[in-house]
């Protein structure tokens, strides 16, 4: 199947620093992308949908300055996390859409903020 | 997208048969049916989909009720490595996928 990775695996910031965390898939190109955020014992929320060359769509309640999204190109999005806090502190899952109505996820990406 | 509902956990026995049911009532006739699984401190991994007919693939099977208001997704020779919480998602496409709170499935040996 297909793959995605995400990088870094985990990360642990000072409170007020940003964090960028890459999204890639693999072996195919992905003109959608996705990305989730869960904190413990709880589903995953979606926080936005981040197209090729344009500006992603946020879901209700997710702040788009706070969230930082760029899908520069079929292979690759970021999520940058500015001025990030401890409320922050989730883990952080992207996916991408291969067609026939699939979605593969990344590893996703382990965030503590100190 | 219409809403799912899924026992919130669900116990069997390792090489036995497992039926994690899902009811959707308010399905529309443009639905799919979708299944993910998430295995502990991992992204989710995508199990099957169906529309109106049964599916079924190396990984599992799934029924779907004549009237579409439920489905069931079935692993048919459960292993240790099929303890997850497995979802069950409607959308029009895959595009949006929507995850509820899912069966929190566990395996004894």
């Known amino acids: 199947g297909a793959v995605v990775s995400q990088h870094p695996s985990w990360v642990i910031c000072k409170s007020g620093t940003s964090v960028k965390i890459e999204c890639r898939s693999l072996d195919f190109q992905a003109t959608t992308m996705f990305w989730y955020r869960q904190f413990p014992k709880q589903s995953l929320m979606l926080m936005a949908t981040s197209n090729e060359g344009s500006k992603a769509t946020y879901e209700q309640g997710v702040e788009k300055d706070k969230f930082l999204i760029n899908h520069a190109s079929l292979t690759l999005s970021t999520l940058t996390v500015t001025s990030a806090h401890p409320e922050d502190s989730s883990f952080y899952i992207c996916?991408?859409?291969?067609?026939?109505?699939?979605?593969?996820f990344g590893p996703g990406t382990r965030l503590t903020v100190l | 997208d219409a809403k799912t509902t899924q026992p919130n956990s669900m116990e069997s026995n390792e090489e036995e048969p497992v039926h994690l049911p899902c009811n959707h009532s308010?399905?529309?006739?443009?639905?799919?049916i979708h299944w993910y699984r998430q295995l502990p401190s991992q992204g989710p991994e995508y199990v099957i989909h169906g529309l109106t007919s049964n599916v079924n693939n190396r990984m599992a099977s799934l029924a779907i009720a004549e009237d579409r208001k439920s489905s069931t997704l079935i692993l048919h020779r459960a292993t240790l490595r099929d303890a997850a919480v497995y979802y069950c998602i409607l959308t029009q496409g895959a595009q949006k996928l929507v995850f509820g709170q899912g069966t929190r499935l566990t395996i004894n040996p």
């Open positions: 308010t399905i529309s006739g443009t639905d799919y």
């Open positions: 996916s991408a859409y291969e067609g026939l109505l699939k979605q593969y």
